[in-house]
């Protein structure tokens, strides 16, 4: 079966530094996404991991261990419209489809 | 910047009813998704389609599910009959290369069963 686990919520301070942790159990690995999803919205990219280490993108960064089943999505000097869920989603099977894991609520507060 | 489309952004409908979902995919791209989010959920895979069959479908995606790309833009999900459980927030998302694999999301159509 598949199974991704986030931490359901998180709350930060503007300006500061939060780290968003997903563990995941798949059968297949094809790499690994995080996305942002304010409420009513879609889900917009934020980055990819496939191989093992840190991608650096701007303000946010993402970490990947394939051997611990592991990955954090690390967000710096956070605005208050970093406020929003963000998404661990692993890429499984052929039709490479995407399997999510429940989300993580972050707010920032001032 | 190129984007995907969805209509209508919200359908309301009664039980048992049929209702087609359209997108239209980012022009270039040659894999198309389905997604549902059920209000509070997590996001679900529903199908993969790629060279006008489907890939891949999850067990949600059953019998009264159904998936076209009628002409070289639209790509279509069609409920048949349906249930107050389908009421949820579809997603249709398209990709381009088979090994970048990102999978870029349309707005949504939320769908409502009364």
């Known amino acids: 079966g598949q199974n991704i686990d986030q931490p359901t919520e998180m709350t930060a301070t503007e300006g500061a530094i939060v780290q968003i942790n997903c563990t995941y159990q798949t059968s297949g690995f094809n790499g690994l996404f995080w996305y942002q999803q304010h409420a009513g919205e879609a889900p917009t990219f934020l980055s990819y991991n496939v191989l093992d280490g840190l991608e650096e993108k701007g303000r946010f960064s993402s970490f990947l261990s394939r051997s611990k089943g592991y990955s954090y999505l690390l967000l710096k000097e956070l605005q208050m419209k970093d406020s929003a869920s963000y998404l661990c989603?692993?890429?499984?099977?052929?039709?490479?489809?995407?399997?999510f894991g429940t989300g993580t609520q972050l707010k920032v507060e001032l | 910047e190129p984007e995907v489309t969805q209509t209508p952004s919200h359908q309301v409908t009664q039980m048992g009813q049929e209702v087609i979902l359209r997108c239209v995919p980012i022009?270039?791209?040659?894999?198309f998704y389905w997604y549902r989010q059920i209000l509070g959920q997590k996001v679900e895979f529903l199908v993969s389609?790629?060279?006008?069959?489907?890939?891949?479908k999850s067990e949600i995606f059953d019998d009264q599910f159904s998936v076209e790309r009628p002409d070289g833009s639209n790509f279509t999900l069609k409920i048949r009959s349906t249930k107050l459980e389908d009421s949820a927030m579809y997603f249709c998302a398209s990709g381009y290369r088979q090994e970048s694999y990102e999978q870029y999301f349309g707005p949504g159509t939320r769908l409502t069963v009364t």
């Open positions: 989603a692993v890429v499984t099977g052929g039709g490479n489809k995407l399997t």
């Open positions: 022009s270039n791209h040659l894999y």
């Open positions: 389609f790629y060279n006008n069959e489907i890939s891949e």
